[in-house]
């Protein structure tokens, strides 16, 4: 009974982490503060000078990628834009030859859609960090994000991976409402990852974790 219980408390505190993540996607929406270069705030983590931060986007190089078996659509016709796709991590959007990143219909997806939606960039569900691509930016959090920055190029295929290090969940989240879908969930030593068109706006991009009473903030620079 007692086991019952707990699963129990995990499940619904699962869904409250979800339920968050739909209500800042909604409140962001709402906005759109596309930040400016800025050091600031309560991130005290690891400090990455811009020129030596990681980058996140796909180089042509794609021998460490995964090809992506061609589907069909509704009508049994084979969807040519994935015709040699590939993705970044196993569950990740595919990313056509043409370096746009879409659905598994092979469809655009768009940044500005609710997370989770049919048209959104999917985080993929759990991965072996040790795994992962070189091409494919690793972020870790507990009370803060290390590394707290990271660089892309404006309108480049770029995927991150998020991992949590600590005994909490924690919702990694763009405040630019041009990055709603944008979003990961982790529990404590998860990892997952999420590829996307970066802002063809060349910038710095605030991201954060929107979990309840944390305060950790990063930054993606589209250059």
Known sequence: METNKNKLWILLGVI???LIIIIVAATQSQKNTNVTNNDGGNNQGTEI???SAPSAAVEVDRTELIPVASTTDKTGKEVVSLKDAVTVAPGANPITTDDKVVTSEGVQTENEAQPMSDNAPKQTGFLDKATLPSSLVSLNIDTVFTPNKFKTKAGAPTSFSLTGTDDFSHVIAFRDASLNAIAILVGPA???AITFNAPTTPGTYEF????PDRTAVGQMIVE
């Open 190 to 192: 998860q990892t997952k």
């Open 208 to 211: 954060y974790d929107a979990s």
């Open 16 to 18: 409250l982490v979800v």
């Open 49 to 51: 000078s811009t020129s």
